[in-house]
């Protein structure tokens, strides 16, 4: 999507913070396995949908872990799900 719209390299590129003390974020791993997945549709391989984006949920990291930011990574699953309806139309 060159119109100023999420890129696969993007997604291949983003980093997140660290949840505030105190706090669980989103388990890395899984995080990270579903930006590749994600980043595939964009490439235009893959068969994820908008609606898949729009349900995904991430288990929390393991006691003692904080993980990824949940709501950073919750802002980018909205941007992620609009570039793949785009995709499709």
Do not use: C, W
């Not at 949920?57 to 793949?84: C, H, M, S």
């Amino acid at each position: 999507m060159s119109e100023g719209g999420l890129t696969a390299e993007q997604l291949r590129g983003i980093t997140f913070e660290k949840p505030p003390l105190g706090k669980r974020g989103y388990d890395e791993k899984a995080v990270g396995d579903f930006l590749a997945l994600a980043a595939r549709r964009l490439d235009g391989r893959g068969h994820l949908s908008a609606d898949e984006v729009r349900g995904m949920r991430f288990n929390k990291p393991k006691f003692g872990r904080r993980g990824y930011d949940a709501a950073q990574v919750d802002a980018l699953i909205g941007e992620i799900a609009d570039a793949i309806a785009g995709l499709d139309g």
